[in-house]
């Protein structure tokens, strides 16, 4: 497993950016942390793609009591998770999730990380094949300031969910929360929670089918789990996903 990113701010050609996850400093949570510790169950396997600097693995595991494994494409942020004693490896989602064995973990979560993947689609598959259930967290597109900020700027928006300027963003794969139903149904995916989050706002509980949610949600976190879990392919089943940390 390799990095390949180096830049903080505006990428080389053709290099490969992330998110920033977290800013590293102990107890400092992010909008959807405190959701994803309310939705993990407690003692669970748990593999954070695109951990960061190991904010929520730390959360994970000393508040929940999780194994916790992290997948990382920087080296900055491998640094600074393994300097908290966390358990991380460096890689990338779309090239690297395939290592894992299938069913490895009862949850793998995708925060805030999945518009920045080069496949969003593959991404999710390879979720739910390695975990029980996978949580997913995204920036919607749909929402009404973006909506408002194209007819009257014309310009890309730039909102609290989505700071960065078009030629430095890492987000290459925009959505809706109408697109992510979409795509969650042509994968024959079962959404078990759905939470909706908006600036300065507590989370709620949505009916993501409900066209007024896709308005209103600045962003969403979705908990999934596959319908056939009870036939999901068994590959790999003589290893678990520690043997990739070791």
Not at 177 to 183: K, P, S
Request: hydrophobic share 40%; glycine share 8%.
């Amino acid at each position: 497993m390799t990095a390949a990113i180096q830049s903080e701010s505006v990428a080389a050609p053709g290099a490969r950016l992330r998110p920033s996850r977290d800013t590293g400093n102990p107890g400092e949570r992010r909008t959807d942390f405190p959701e994803i510790l309310r939705l993990v169950r407690p003692g669970s396997r748990v593999l954070d793609v695109g951990c960061g600097e190991g904010a929520l693995l730390e959360l994970l595991t000393s508040e929940k009591g999780c194994d916790g494994r992290g997948l990382e494409i920087s080296a900055r942020g491998v640094s600074a998770c393994i300097a908290r004693g966390l358990a991380v490896v460096q890689g990338d989602a779309d090239r690297d999730l395939k290592d894992f064995p299938a069913q490895a973990f009862d949850y793998a979560v995708l925060s805030q990380t999945l518009q920045a993947t080069v496949a969003p689609r593959e991404v999710m598959v390879e979720l739910l094949r390695i975990a029980e259930h996978a949580i997913v967290s995204f920036p919607n597109f749909g929402h009404w300031r973006m909506r408002l900020s194209l007819l009257t700027q014309g310009r890309m928006p730039e909102t609290p969910a989505l700071p960065h300027r078009w030629w430095s963003t890492p987000n290459i794969h925009m959505c809706t929360l109408r697109d992510f139903m979409e795509l969650c149904r042509d994968l024959d995916l079962r959404i078990d929670h759905c939470a909706a989050f908006t600036t300065g706002k507590p989370p709620r509980r949505i009916d993501p089918d409900r066209a007024i949610e896709n308005w209103r949600a600045e962003s969403v976190l979705f908990l999934l789990s596959r319908k056939d879990a009870a036939e999901a392919p068994t590959a790999g089943a003589g290893k678990t996903g520690a043997d990739l940390f070791s």
